[in-house]
């Protein structure tokens, strides 16, 4: 017997302006409180040009500007995405996630989701997306990736078991989706004005698992919501899309490591 275990937002990262991280403040402080009454350490950390302090499964940092980074994972980013999301925010990371838990550890069901997606794209006369590959984890726990993790969508199924060494997920695999970019933004868009959030997320990752032919333990969802993102249309809207995704974190950066002036004049001259 196979069941639904967990289902739920896995990792969020947003940034917001620093009024907005305001009305954060108290919980986000509250909860940190709580992870380092149980242990967690706080670590300074400069993420991307954001200073600040990693506690547990929790990140706060902010940049010269004063724009808030505020990262999350594992059931801590399950439990504050509604608050975050409903405010005006950035999201540039989300990960989506069910957990399944089957009725003995079946450490073969990589390996078994992966020869099935094989045969299904086999079938297909079109071009399938999301390219799938088999990690083999010598005993650690085997995964099927499906397309590249630098790409602004990306799959997994992972042995949940083996990889956590967690008594909580015993006999789990772990199906996932990451989202970065303009994907990130719309899904965090369909979460934000779901009334039912968990339908809405069975039915984003019913849709993902299915386009790229890989077969669920049971259904998920009977219905699916597509994540598209808006395509640039003209020559102008690529080149600002490409400004936007690569130039202008570099010139962050700079920014942050005192070339701001340079960057200042340099523009000024053009």
């Known amino acids: 017997m196979t069941r639904l275990l967990s ?22 402080e509250r909860i940190s409180a709580q992870l380092q009454r149980v242990g967690d350490l706080v670590k300074e950390q400069d993420l991307y040009g954001y200073k600040g302090q990693a506690v547990g499964q929790l990140f706060v940092g902010t940049r010269e500007d004063g724009t808030v980074m505020v990262r999350v994972s594992g059931g801590l980013a399950n439990e504050l995405y509604p608050s975050i999301l409903k405010r005006d925010v950035k999201v540039t990371r989300i990960d989506l996630q069910f957990t399944s838990q089957f009725g003995d550890y079946d450490g073969g069901w990589g390996e078994f989701v992966f020869d099935e997606t094989k045969l299904a794209r086999s079938q297909k006369t079109k071009k399938t997306p999301g390219h799938p590959r088999y990690l083999d984890g010598n005993g650690e726990g085997d995964t099927v990736w499906f397309g590249h993790r630098s790409s602004e969508r990306c799959g997994r199924v992972y042995d949940k078991d083996r990889q956590s060494k967690d008594s909580a997920f015993e006999n789990c695999w772990r199906y996932e989706v990451e989202y970065k970019g303009d994907l990130a933004v719309e899904v965090g868009k369909k979460l934000a004005e779901s009334f039912e959030s968990d339908r809405t997320i069975k039915q984003i990752l019913a849709y993902e698992f299915e386009r790229w032919e890989a077969p669920l333990p049971f259904v998920l969802s009977d ?14 809207d690529r080149m600002f899309k490409w400004v936007e995704k690569q130039v202008l974190p570099t010139i962050t950066r700079l920014r942050d490591n005192g070339y701001g002036e340079a960057l200042d004049q340099m523009l000024k001259e053009e």
């Open 7 to 28: 289902l739920g937002v896995d990792w969020l990262t947003t940034t917001m302006s620093g009024s907005v991280y305001g009305e954060l403040r108290w919980n986000i």
């Open 223 to 236: 219905r699916t919501t597509p994540v598209k993102s808006i395509r640039p249309t003209t020559d102008l």
